[in-house]
């Protein structure tokens, strides 16, 4: 549980860095009281892009709209000749680029999941529409569409939810924020590199608070597990625990016994858990890779041992101490 949560967490975080890079740009200009994750639907005014490529530094401006779907998805409006120009455009797996009013553009894990082709025929937004292409993932959305059309069909004409901005030369990106900064008082403006930065788990609300109860239950669950287990094998090995008293074994010995047991248990658990977060990868990247993304996650494997295995322990502590101190001739007449 553990594992998976960090991992689709994680995974989550890493696809929206991927698709930040994927853009191509080198400055990201939000709307006033967006934070790094979410977007108000489209309060710039688009003619803010054509101000922007005519200030000192900048080659190229392109203006974007996204629309919130269903659960997490949602649907990008872009100028597709501009962005083929800032990022080299898309690639294609099938099909191409939108040629009609009602095509769009889906990627290569929305077509998985919804069984679509180049050709087929979808229903978003209250309007059915044709896919013209498949794009292999990694940039924007997994829908998109042109620019103009999403805007009229969400009575947005005339306004974007963020721009992105190509610079001359990379290494005046820092001045040319300063500047934007400057003229545009109250617009959260950002390097690529520091958005990216930006997308963490500390910085989302809520996620870092979620992983420590999701470690906290697992502790909890794995302390009364192991308890129950270990109380009923001591409840019924009380013949045999009595027996090895009986021919002098310790209480050191016999609560020896029942911690390595414990412990061998809480290692094969381990990695068990290991082995359902590669299964629980695989089941998502088959069943639903456009709704979530998992990443394996070695470096919480000792985490995850550790945690699991202080919880065994503990929940091994008291009926060990229990066995230990069984009177052998109450435990050989014990039926």
Known sequence: MM???VGLSKG?????QRRARGVGADIIIRPRGSSVLTLSSAPIDERLVVWAEKQPGVTLAVGSMVQSLQGLSSVTGIDLEKFTEMSGGFRYLAGGPPERPDDIIVDRYYARQNNLRAGSKVSLLNRAWRVSGIF???KLARIVLPLRTLQELTGNTGKLSQIYVKV????QVRAVIAYF???LQGYPIY???ELVSLISVNNTPGLAAFIAVIIGLSVVVGFLVVFLSMYTSVLERTREIGILKALGASAGFILDVLIRETFALAVAGSVLG???AYVSRWLIMTLVPASLAQLIVPGWWPVAGGIALAGALLGAAYPGWRAARQDPIEALSYE
């Open 3 to 5: 594992l998976t949560i």
């Open 12 to 16: 989550m975080l890493a696809e929206s």
């Open 136 to 138: 292999e993932e990694g």
């Open 168 to 171: 001359e030369d990379p290494a």
């Open 181 to 183: 900064k400057q003229k």
């Open 191 to 193: 390097s690529l590199e």
């Open 274 to 276: 290991i082995l359902f």
